[in-house]
């Protein structure tokens, strides 16, 4: 194989139509752009985003504004057995639970609710601003107090 026998393979190579030399070629008169009409004119494309005269979406969205999320309280839900990580007679607040590393939170957490699930087995005096009645019955039931903050 030399250099001047080399030929591109069958089909890769197109011929351009020649647009607007008349009827019979089959791109000729409008050259293949229709009757009259915005894309028929020179220039006669649309711009990004335009949806004909609609608010385009990147418009409609809004591009910058306060975001309430990060100020939201929120609350930290503990079932009743991870209390048993706490010693025998202590006292089970939100800032003693996050120093014994029980849950991580950040500071839009202002509230400690207990949840009723699993057996506590140690005398606790839980303060938290919610208890179920499942979780408050095992508390007193293991000789402790439920305090609602």
Known sequence: MKLNELK????SNKKAWRKGRGISTGNGKTAGRGQKGQMARSGGSTRWGFEGGQTPLFRRMSKRGFNN?????QSVEIVVSRLNAFEDGAEVTLQSVHDLGIVKFSKAVTSLVILGGGELKKKLTVKANRFTASAKAAI?????????V
């Open 8 to 11: 591109p393979s069958v089909g």
């Open 69 to 73: 999320y990060n100020f939201v309280p």
């Open 140 to 148: 007193e039931q293991a000789g402790g107090t439920a305090e609602e």
